[in-house]
């Protein structure tokens, strides 16, 4: 069965440091893509990144980088030298190949940064 | 030049009313969904559009009539709301990629209170 694991509810830290938000899924398909989105205080719900199943090299995007290793079933986030605007709570999400509109959210991690 | 627009931004009303929440996306996609966040943050699926057409239909209360007039537009109408209803509604739009995936893009999100 389909299902996104985010088994950090809340983490806080304190600006400048390094935090990773882990995210595990389980899958039936060989072929699925994985993405991340931030929804700030604010209430929307911004995309991060979509990653496919069959590209596993990590990604960078200024402070933040992805870590995505099919041998755990992990698609790991990292923002680097946090600040006191990444506080949100995140989200990993799977989509399927036999049902690729379809996303499956985790249950999201609430990250407080503080100043 | 919002991507996907959704009205009210807010919604409250009386236990038995029936309400709407219009969406509208301009970037040209052929899907579009509808999302719910209960209390806990929790996102899940109710609906897809694709060109019109009804994709997906996840075990909502019939209640629940989602209608597309066109492929930019869809509307969420809940007859005799419930306690229960009460949720964050995001409508989200994306354009199928090779191999049917693609990434879907949120609107800024109705917050009902059914009191």
């Known amino acids: 069965a389909q299902k996104v694991t985010q088994a950090q509810t809340e983490i806080s830290v304190v600006e400048k440091e390094d935090v990773t938000l882990d995210c595990v899924y389980e899958t039936r398909d060989t072929t699925y893509y994985l993405f991340w989105y931030k929804q700030p205080p604010s209430g929307e719900l911004v995309f991060l990144i979509r990653?496919?199943?069959?590209?596993?090299q990590n990604e960078i995007s200024g402070r933040y980088s992805w870590n995505f290793q099919k041998s755990t079933s992990s698609f790991n986030f990292t923002i680097t030298a946090s600040q006191v605007v990444d506080s949100a709570v995140y989200f990993c999400a799977l989509s399927e190949e036999y049902n690729t509109d379809k996303l499956i959210f985790g249950t999201g991690t609430r990250l407080q940064v503080f100043p | 030049d919002t991507a996907v627009s959704q009205t009210p931004k807010y919604l409250v009303t009386q236990m038995g009313n029936d309400k709407s929440i219009k969406c509208e996306q301009n970037?040209?996609?052929?899907?579009m969904y509808w999302y719910k966040q209960d209390s806990k943050k929790f996102l899940k699926i109710m609906f897809s559009y694709n060109n019109k057409e009804l994709i997906i239909n996840e075990t909502v209360p019939n209640r629940f009539s989602p209608k597309s007039p066109d492929k930019a537009h869809l509307n969420l109408h809940i007859n005799s709301l419930e306690l229960g209803d009460s949720a964050v509604y995001f409508c989200?739009?994306?354009?199928?990629?090779?191999?049917?995936?693609?990434?879907?893009?949120f609107g800024p999100g109705t917050r009902l209170t059914v009191l």
């Open positions: 970037l040209g996609h052929d899907t």
């Open positions: 989200a739009s994306s354009q199928a990629l090779a191999g049917g995936f693609s990434t879907q893009y």
């Open positions: 990653r496919n199943s069959f590209d596993e």
